[in-house]
């Protein structure tokens, strides 16, 4: 297969993918969504393509963070049904993407907080919703709950997981810090993460996206991270680079919302690229894709055309995520052979 086919969008969505870093609520289906805004007669434009405009981040947009963040609103949904169909229809939409395994981080508050709605009820409901679409699919799927580190403090944060864990469901398999890096650095939260580990569950945290590398080396020494959300600091650390290579801390790279957001300030200089090559485990995520106005094969399209990757670098760049991934057991060796199988049909057909 040629390097130029890699660079053909549409081949891209056969690739099969595995994405560990992708925000349910930044993954919306359009459609649905515009139907539950109409239905319960939110203030957006009824026009749909005004609407499309209100809701998402300029695709070619300058960089605004700000502007960035004003697109995750919570104030949607006003029933169950509405928290079911958006997770639901988003899930679908993400497998016609070609995702073979998606690791979907969500925030139970998120869901949530309009209407008081329970926490532990949420969490159950977008988890079934999500699975029943993936089933229809075949997508593996598998979920981080995600913390906010603004929205609450560490002892409610260690309350609001206790309650969640009483779900115990085996499809959460990891936890989330995310949130503003600057103003709520890592430390805040050890006990919180201790409480995880204690647990024997692991984490993954937002970190040096928009602060220095230090922040990487607290999310991982002291509260144990075992994958980095971001992490483009580490680019200017050298000794942080040599050490994830050696312990396999996965950093969970998204270029295109790292541009939007005005945390990277070019796609084509972005650190994916040059850590890949470094021997740094990297992998290709979308973070945002509905606010982006994107798809994750719009990121591996980019991988291609920007840091030179072939088919042979994107197979790597997804075995990488798929050890990382926070399955165990049976399940993952399972999915490490349908894995095989898929890449194998996926040289046949191209
Ligand atoms: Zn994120």
């Given at each position: 297969m040629n390097s130029q086919a890699l660079l053909d969008p549409q081949i891209m969505q056969t690739f099969p993918k595995i994405e560990l870093h992708r925000h349910l609520e930044g993954s919306f289906s359009l459609n649905t969504l515009y139907k539950i805004a109409t239905r319960n007669k939110i203030d957006v434009p009824r026009d749909f393509e005004s609407f499309k405009k209100t809701v998402q981040?300029?695709?070619?947009?300058?960089?605004?963070f700000l502007l960035f963040l004003s697109k995750f609103r919570n104030d949607w949904y006003r029933t169950y049904e509405d928290v079911y169909d958006i997770c639901h229809d988003s899930v679908l939409e993400m497998a016609?993407?070609?995702?073979?395994?998606l690791e979907l981080r969500f925030s139970p508050e998120h869901f949530s907080l309009q209407n008081n709605f329970d926490r532990i009820e949420i969490a159950d409901l977008v988890i079934k919703a999500s699975n029943a679409a993936a089933k229809k699919t075949g997508m593996s799927i598998s979920y981080l709950l995600t913390f906010n580190r603004s929205k609450q403090d560490e002892t409610e944060m260690i309350d609001l997981y206790r309650k969640l864990m009483k779900?115990?469901?085996?499809?959460?398999?990891g936890i989330d810090l995310a949130g503003d890096e600057l103003n709520f650095p890592p430390e805040l939260f050890k006990k919180f993460f201790q409480a995880v580990k204690a647990d024997g569950r692991k984490a993954t945290i937002h970190a040096g996206e928009v602060t220095p590398s230090s922040q990487i080396w607290t999310a991982i020494k002291e509260l144990g991270a075992k994958r980095i959300g971001h992490g483009t600091s580490a680019i200017h650390d050298p000794e942080l680079q040599k050490y994830l290579t050696d312990n396999q801390i996965t950093l969970e790279q998204c270029i295109t919302s790292n541009y939007q957001t005005g945390s990277w300030e070019e796609e084509k200089s972005h650190p994916l690229g040059r850590l890949f090559r470094a021997g740094v485990p990297v992998t290709i995520n979308s973070d945002d894709p509905f606010i982006q106005d994107t798809l994750l094969s719009d990121d591996y399209v980019k991988t291609v055309s920007f840091?030179?990757?072939t088919l042979d670098d994107l197979i790597k760049a997804n075995k990488i995520a798929l050890d990382a991934c926070f399955l165990s057991g049976p399940k993952k060796t399972e999915l490490w052979n349908q894995y095989l199988l898929k890449i194998e049909n996926f040289k046949d057909k191209n």
């Open positions: 981040f300029p695709k070619n947009g300058k960089p605004d016609e993407d070609g995702l073979f395994h779900l115990n469901l085996n499809d959460i398999v840091f030179g990757f």
